[in-house]
């Protein structure tokens, strides 16, 4: 039971990244592009790590980054194989490098907000001198 637990963050990570890395792909490039901010879709890389990081046993960061590096290679073929991309394969590699940052950085911040609260919890609990 608990070894279904552990992996329930990495499969959470590996399924919502595919699905914004093809989302970011094939349906919101133009508008990123269009607008003049072409790295504003990788914030929602933020999104699997946050949900991931949820999910994960005690809020661990290492399951949605263990979730997003299984990901990536996946998203690469995908790419590759039903997108006609202008960019090299370097770029495409640097822009899933940098969503897997994002994911990351996701969950670090669910993390630490998750702390603050517990944090903030225990303090209103204790009784004031």
């Not at 991931?52 to 949605?64: K, Y």
């Amino acid at each position: 039971m608990n070894i279904k637990r552990n992996w329930s963050g990495v499969a959470c990570c590996f399924l919502l990244f595919t699905a914004v890395c093809v989302s970011l792909t094939f349906k919101l490039k133009g508008a990123f592009f269009s607008a003049g901010y072409p790295g504003l879709g990788l914030l929602f890389f933020t999104l699997p790590g946050i949900a991931a990081s949820f999910f994960s046993r005690g809020g661990e960061v290492i399951r949605p980054l263990m979730g997003a590096i299984l990901a990536a290679p996946v998203c690469l073929v995908v790419m590759r194989m039903m997108f006609i991309s202008s960019r090299t394969l370097v770029q495409e590699l640097a822009w899933l490098l940098s969503g897997i940052f994002w994911c990351a950085l996701g969950a670090l911040c669910f993390l630490f907000v998750r702390r603050a609260l517990e944090h903030r919890r225990v303090k209103v609990k204790t009784p004031s001198e």
